[in-house]
């Protein structure tokens, strides 16, 4: 196939893309636009009245110009056929000479007497017995095919005149035409058919103008209709557009911006209730905003004031736990529980002052290229001594190949940590499965348990700051309740995603996926959120969270199918039950 065959043969292709892509941006305008739509509806429902109207009278006209000249015809043959047997009457001819030339010198004058002309043809009835020497005489031999054969029949049969419209043929085509049939009685010759042969030519042309006219003065109705539309919908839309336009200012921050009040209509109503509502928002937001900023800055001073004496507290714990053993058992135990307690409360003093940095924006990435396996397997290892006291079996699983990305491992650590420890906590003794895979833009870890899981309106509050799922339990496991709340920070800071998903029963999942590098935006994780068989029992009503968007799940799964690879850990003693996010 040569260039130019290929280049026809796409042609075609291109020219339709190119329309459905020009029709696609026509649809996209007109719902994009109140004013469009409104505009075209109205010129569709001009144009269509326009048009019915303009038939309607069309057709009116028309039937008012046939019916008065067919009128007008009918009176002006029934006039020439009674001037014409009046002179048949008083003429003295006697031979079939004689009345051959009555016949001809007839003709002429009927064809002239009416105004604007005519045909005639006078023809020998079929009823009578004629002398064959008189011949039929008429104007236009060439149009006599035109009177038909049921019109000289009807013609014959009755002493009135009869009319039929005709089709005269012409070097541009055809022309309207009425044929009208009498009878006269010519002297010694018997009955002849008279014929006159009238061209509507003139209607015609009156009706195409009057059609003309009506279809021009409707399409400048139509277009008149279509400016008045658009300036009412102008006057409409244009303060509505404006109002929108600020609104998106007020939701992008700008909460000085607010509507220009022209006159004392309905509109500049709007705008002065819109401004008096821009105006109340504002001065809530700042309002809330100082009462943030005061919170804030009252966590973080406090955290810093308490360790001081912290300090002091623990230092002086530290001197009576390393003599617990002098003590009595009630004393000794109470020196144990007061270690574990500053234990919990320097961990939650610590988990403050970070949320706060995440409040105040001063968060600070220090991102490198990492291997995540590495990350995963350091949190695995610390996590390891808690499953052995829980009885819980750890399992992992990696991918060959890399998956390096830039993040921050001491916070992806701490993420995984978090997962993990969590996972733990709500085993229930079952296991704990690690899954770390990637893709060519993103790296993902999964920590799936067994335990008692989540119910789908728990799911949506579990990155919720102090949130527990048992609210009338204590937290007697350790956690400070802002585990997964920094995790989520954690995630978001790096541009990820993390997720939760989780079924009563039957154990929950949670997924980390970080972007490879900075400035890729995910659209789809390396990982399942929920593993196959488990996906496979979810209900039909349950919407998958990768649906919804990351932070709120709704479901969960069964136990998927892991390879050991970091060493497993015998259950063993008893596991503890209790529902609770770190």
């Known amino acids: 196939m040569t260039r130019w065959a290929r280049r026809l043969a796409r042609r075609p292709r291109g020219l339709g893309l190119r329309l459905r892509r020009r029709a696609r941006r026509l649809v996209t305008a007109w719902r994009s636009s109140m004013q469009l739509r409104v505009i075209s509806t109205a010129l569709i429902v001009g144009l269509v009245a326009v048009a019915l109207l303009s038939a309607f009278l069309a057709s009116t006209i028309r039937d008012g110009?046939?019916?008065?000249?067919v009128?007008?015809?009918?009176?002006?043959?029934?006039?020439?056929?009674?001037?014409?047997?009046?002179?048949?009457?008083?003429?003295?001819?006697?031979?079939?000479?004689?009345?051959?030339?009555?016949?001809?010198?007839?003709?002429?004058?009927?064809?002239?007497?009416?105004?604007?002309?005519?045909?005639?043809?006078?023809?020998?009835?079929?009823?009578?017995?004629?002398?064959?020497?008189?011949?039929?005489?008429?104007?236009?031999?060439?149009?006599?095919?035109?009177?038909?054969?049921?019109?000289?029949?009807?013609?014959?049969e009755s002493d009135g005149q009869r009319w039929q419209p005709v089709a005269i043929p012409d070097d541009a085509g055809v022309l309207p035409g009425v044929m009208v049939g009498s009878t006269v009685e010519v002297p010694g010759s018997g009955t002849f058919e008279l014929y006159y042969l009238y061209t509507l030519q003139s209607e015609e042309d009156t009706l195409a103008f009057m059609q003309q006219v009506l279809g021009l003065a409707g399409l400048v109705l139509v277009a008149f209709l279509g400016i008045i539309t658009w300036m009412v919908t102008r006057q409409a839309v244009a303060p509505v557009q404006r109002a929108a336009e600020v609104a998106e200012r007020l939701a992008d921050g700008h909460l000085d911006e607010r509507l220009v009040v022209r006159g004392e209509d309905e509109m500049a109503t709007l705008a002065r209730s819109f401004n008096e509502m821009a105006e109340s928002l504002q001065d809530q937001i700042q309002r809330l905003d100082d009462l943030s900023t005061v919170q804030r800055r009252f966590v973080s001073d406090v955290s810093h004031e308490l360790r001081t004496p912290l300090t002091t507290v623990r230092m002086a714990s530290e001197m009576i736990y390393e003599g617990r053993e002098d003590f009595e058992p009630v004393v000794k135990r109470s020196a144990e529980l007061l270690v574990n307690q500053l234990d919990r409360f320097e961990d939650l003093l610590a988990d403050l002052l970070e949320i706060s940095r995440f409040d105040a924006g001063a968060a600070v990435l220090d991102?490198?290229?990492?291997?995540?396996?590495?990350?995963?397997?350091?949190?695995?290892?610390?996590?390891?001594?808690?499953?052995?006291?829980?009885?819980?079996?750890?399992?992992?699983?990696?991918?060959?190949?890399?998956?390096?990305?830039?993040?921050?491992?001491?916070?992806?650590?701490?993420?995984?940590?978090?997962?993990?420890?969590?996972?733990?906590?709500?085993?229930?003794?079952?296991?704990?499965?690690?899954?770390?895979?990637?893709?060519?833009?993103?790296?993902?870890?999964?920590?799936?348990?067994?335990?008692?899981?989540?119910?789908?309106?728990?799911?949506?509050?579990?990155?919720?700051?102090?949130?527990?799922?048992?609210?009338?339990?204590?937290?007697?496991?350790?956690?400070?309740?802002?585990g997964l709340a920094i995790s989520l920070e954690d995630a978001l800071l790096h541009g990820g995603w993390l997720e939760a998903w989780g079924r009563p029963g039957m154990g929950a999942s949670f997924r980390l996926?970080?972007?490879?590098?900075?400035?890729?935006?995910?659209?789809?994780?390396?990982?399942d959120l929920v593993p196959p068989r488990a996906a496979d029992e979810t209900s039909p009503g349950e919407r998958r969270h990768d649906e919804i968007g990351p932070s709120s799940l709704p479901a969960i799964h069964d136990l998927a199918s892991t390879h050991p690879a970091t060493g497993g850990i015998p259950a063993q003693g008893e596991s503890t039950v209790e529902v609770e996010v770190q």
Request: hydrophobic share 40%; glycine share 6%; proline share 5%.
């Open 65 to 69: 110009l046939f019916e008065q000249r």
């Open 71 to 156: 009128d007008d015809v009918l009176a002006e043959s029934t006039r020439s056929t009674v001037q014409a047997q009046a002179t048949f009457n008083s003429a003295t001819a006697t031979s079939t000479t004689q009345v051959q030339q009555l016949l001809n010198d007839m003709l002429p004058a009927l064809q002239v007497s009416g105004p604007g002309g005519r045909d005639v043809f006078l023809l020998r009835s079929n009823r009578d017995g004629i002398p064959s020497s008189v011949l039929d005489i008429n104007t236009a031999p060439e149009l006599r095919s035109l009177i038909s054969t049921d019109l000289r029949t009807s013609t014959a």
């Open 367 to 482: 991102a490198e290229s990492h291997d995540l396996r590495d990350v995963v397997n350091s949190a695995i290892d610390q996590a390891t001594p808690l499953a052995e006291r829980k009885g819980v079996w750890l399992t992992g699983e990696f991918d060959d190949s890399s998956t390096s990305a830039d993040i921050d491992p001491r916070r992806v650590e701490r993420i995984v940590r978090n997962l993990l420890v969590n996972a733990i906590e709500h085993a229930e003794g079952g296991p704990v499965e690690v899954r770390v895979a990637a893709n060519e833009t993103a790296v993902a870890v999964r920590v799936r348990d067994h335990g008692v899981g989540l119910a789908r309106d728990e799911v949506g509050h579990v990155f919720d700051r102090f949130w527990r799922a048992d609210p009338a339990r204590a937290r007697t496991s350790g956690g400070t309740g802002l």
């Open 513 to 527: 996926t970080l972007p490879r590098r900075a400035g890729i935006v995910l659209t789809a994780s390396p990982i």
